[in-house]
């Protein structure tokens, strides 16, 4: 099977000329970004999106441009460079800017995305009564008439591909529901997003809101139907299946099923669902190149600091492993007794299978040649600095696997900008004596800092010093090691999670729910303390580059979300 169908409909906004293609929207930047700790910068919204574009992505929310001056200059550059570069399929995504119902959120998202060949703005307000009732505090009355002037209002500034977003769609009063889709449709909507808000519904139950919105709302034949699923009960990937095949033909997805409290609908469980079983559901397909999941997938974990779980559907570690002696038994026999996807089909290659195996003696061409059939490109600053690292690591270890060339790779490119590095760090620590660290970071400028601390552990005594180095009060939040390969020379993966103390409430960045902001990263490395300090001093350097943009930082109010 090909990666791509053997055609993508050309794009018109408010309809699809093939009934059983299904646009894929992708939210990761904007509603996966809304995961606690999750947050990026501008350069690795850049990155992802360019990523999603490599994957066909039909539309591409590359998040909220009002929300703040940071999202706004990363929408805009998206528009500009992404959403005007066109691949060699002749595909070229729609880069959408996220809006509530207001003229400001609406000016600034226009402001954004008008540069892209396809630009869209998505507006959106909630139409449940408890939304109404507890949080708008507005009639429906009131809602109505906003949802209707704000649609026609985007539609005014010369944008032509309008989403309207109904929040909380699968808990209104579906008459009402009907009356607001068909007021924005008459407004000049080109998209009506469902939003399963809260997770609430059932898969049949959100399929059969599909189904209802479609047989009832005035125009709906006249717009395309589109899907927003929350995971709160586990059902979303199910849920926006159903959607689809009850007639929606946009679904909003994120990378790694990232977003929200418990996430959004799984980007790679939806597209490989309709890969594999599309046929099932009257011959559904998207326009989605597979083959670049893995890489997608492996960035947005890095990028956000939030790991797969082994477990998870298609992406997870285990997905494509098998332990059991029946099950390996099958495998050897035929590979389709125990796999119904191929890894290849989502770019995953086993070390078995390449045919290079690379350990001290490689050179820079085979390392080069290696990375690109994992599917990274790197120039040659970056390839530079990751051959010194494989061969400081092949003094080591004999041979290195896919998943330890993987790791060292993204430990170099995925990091937030620099602040602080680490120059050296020594530690000591025994049965009977107080274990104790001396750190160097070196600083922006190159000015090397040095400390040392006592501690409960290594570790410990090593964060204390970082903290007297670089003077910010911050919390642990969660802290875990994982391997990412086997034997006592293995790859570890180390993730810490902070947010800083002790902030003043009128100088407090939120994420919604008047909480402290919390960052993480992830560091790789057969070395566990050295990996666990630069994983920590990596969260400082996001956590000090969100504060230097708290000048332009918004009130709760601009950080609300949608569905």
């Known amino acids: 099977m090909e990666c791509y169908p053997a055609h993508r409909p050309v794009y018109i906004p408010n309809r699809i000329t093939d009934p059983n293609y299904i646009r894929i929207s992708d939210t990761t930047l904007r509603d996966g970004e809304q995961s606690p700790g999750a947050a990026m910068n501008g350069k690795q919204k850049l990155d992802i999106a360019r990523q999603l574009a490599k994957l066909g992505v039909d539309v591409i929310e590359a998040g909220f441009p009002a929300s703040n001056k940071t999202d706004f200059e990363a929408v805009t550059v998206i528009a500009k460079e992404v959403g005007n570069t066109i691949d060699e399929n002749g595909h070229v995504p729609v880069i959408c800017g996220f809006a509530r119902c207001n003229r400001d959120d609406i000016d600034k998202a226009w402001e954004a995305v008008k540069w892209a060949k396809r630009p869209r703005i998505l507006t959106f307000i909630a139409t449940s009564e408890i939304h109404l009732k507890y949080k708008l505090r507005k009639t429906r009355e ?142 559904l397909y998207t326009g989605i190149n597979t083959k670049h999941i893995v890489m997608t997938s492996n960035m947005v974990a890095k990028y956000t600091g939030l790991m797969v779980q082994p477990h998870k559907a298609i992406v997870g570690a285990n997905a494509f492993a098998h332990e059991s002696g029946v099950h390996q038994d099958g495998m050897l026999k035929h590979r389709s007794t125990y796999e119904i996807i191929s890894p290849e089909d989502i770019g995953l290659s086993r070390s078995n299978e390449l045919g290079l195996v690379l350990g001290k003696l490689s050179g820079r061409h085979a390392l080069r040649s290696y990375l690109s059939k994992l599917g990274y490109e790197l120039d040659e600053e970056e390839l530079n600095d990751v051959f010194q690292r494989f061969k400081a690591v092949t003094d080591k270890k004999k041979h290195l696997s896919d998943d330890d060339i993987v790791a060292l790779v993204s430990d170099k490119i995925f990091q937030p900008q620099v602040c602080w590095s680490l120059g050296d760090i020594q530690v000591t620590c025994g049965t009977f004596g107080v274990s104790t660290a001396t750190v160097k970071l070196v600083d922006f400028d190159g000015v090397e800092h040095v400390a040392s601390s006592v501690g409960k552990s290594v570790l410990d005594a090593s964060y204390k010093a970082i903290g007297h180095i670089v003077k910010l009060p911050v919390t642990i939040c969660d802290y875990s090691i994982t391997p990412v390969t086997t034997g006592i020379d293995a790859v570890t993966s180390t993730r810490v999670v902070i947010q800083e103390q002790k902030r003043q409430i009128s100088d407090q960045a939120t994420n919604g729910l008047n909480s402290p902001t919390t960052f993480s990263e992830t560091s790789e490395g057969m070395d566990i303390v050295v990996s666990s300090v630069l994983a920590y001093v990596s969260a400082i350097n996001k956590m000090i580059s969100f504060k230097n943009r708290t000048a332009t930082q918004v009130s709760k109010e601009s950080m609300q979300v949608f569905p």
Do not use: W
């Not at 689809?244 to 990378?255: D, K, W, Y």
């Not at 418990?262 to 980007?267: D, E, K, L, M």
């Open 142 to 283: 009131e809602v109505l008439e906003i949802a209707r002037e704000m649609v026609a209002y985007a539609r005014s500034l010369g944008c032509e591909d309008v989403q309207f977003g109904g929040e909380d769609a699968a808990r209104a009063e579906k008459e009402f529901l009907y009356q607001v889709l068909g007021e924005v449709i008459r407004a000049g909507a080109t998209t009506v997003g469902i939003g399963d808000t809260v997770g609430n519904l059932l898969p049949t139950e959100f399929g059969e809101l599909i189904a209802d919105v479609k047989a009832n709302t005035p125009g709906i034949d006249n717009v395309i139907i589109s899907t927003h699923c929350h995971n709160d009960l586990g059902q979303a990937s199910s849920s926006t299946i159903l959607g689809a095949s009850a007639g929606a033909r946009q679904l909003e997805v994120t990378i790694n099923g990232i977003g929200e409290r418990a996430g959004n609908a799984s980007f790679e469980e939806v597209v490989m669902t309709l890969r594999c079983r599309g046929g099932k559901l009257g011959g």
